[in-house]
């Protein structure tokens, strides 16, 4: 096969262009750090990690909800620990009062620290994180327990029996609070109507009423401790989960990284080869170039 001039310069284009496609190839992933940045670079990698990515941002976003439910959660558990606190309470001036060396005057000066614990458990209950009343049901826009004297234990009631809850999951929503109708009715009967008995059979002076509520207001503080122990369940799971996908996100960024990003030291490496290889070419070419008839006549 007689070798030309012109084979001898296609091939040298062609071996320059090799080397200039390859060393803007390096250049690229070096300055954007990606190997992978559309989908003609390699589809698969591409298209996995955006499938993964996709799943962070989502995970994210619950983690935003989390930490939102967490807040309200824990704003939620507190009001209910003062609310066991107060209830305890009435249980103590209850045995007090029930008990044979009160007088009528004493038990009037009770009566009204349960009208005054009343008054701070409807305070305590009412308790809003930004515009969202925690223990409004899904009524959340609106108080759930106001003062009125024709309501039961003279609070009325405004929220609604459905707690309100957070997503945290594809499918998996937790209550993030209890509702206040549910708060409200124990098995002794309504939480402020019992309050509202007790305050008035201490304005009776009457004691063997006042003996026989005793159960009541047992079955009331063990009623809030209930809920309160399930919202803290709740409150576990969700900091459980936000841990999960604390978690989880590492991993897939890891896997990510590895299917897009560049590999830095393997980069350079190549820069450096390709360098070596287009200056050779370059070098060699020009040899060749005046090994020609023409520069020896």
Known sequence: MRVTQKILFGNF??????????????????????DVRVPSHDPTSFQRSRIIEENIRKEEQYQKNISSGLRQGRQAQEALDETIDRLI??????????NDSADAKVRGNMADEIAGIRDSMVFTL???????????????AEKPFEKEAAAPGGVENNSNNTAPTVSVADGVKLDL??????????????????????EQALRNDDREVLSGMIDDIDSGIEHV?????????????????????????????????????ADYAQSFSELQRIQVAFESAMAVHSTMFNNSLLHYI
């Open 13 to 34: 284009m062609r071996d320059i262009n090799k080397n200039r496609v390859e060393l803007g190839s390096v250049q690229s992933a070096l300055s954007s750090g990606k």
């Open 89 to 98: 309470d009435v249980k103590q001036i209850l045995t007090q009062g029930a």
């Open 177 to 198: 609070s209890v509702s206040g109708t549910e708060l409200r009715d124990t098995e002794a009967g309504d939480l402020f109507e019992i309050l509202g008995n007790i």
């Open 126 to 140: 009412n308790r809003s994180s930004g515009d969202r009343f925690l223990f409004a049901g899904t009524n959340s």
């Open 225 to 261: 401790v209930t809920l309160n122990s399930r919202l803290g369940s709740n409150i576990n799971r969700m900091e459980y989960i936000f841990e999960q996908y604390e978690s989880a996100r590492i991993y897939q960024k890891s896997d990510v990284s590895e299917l897009v990003d």
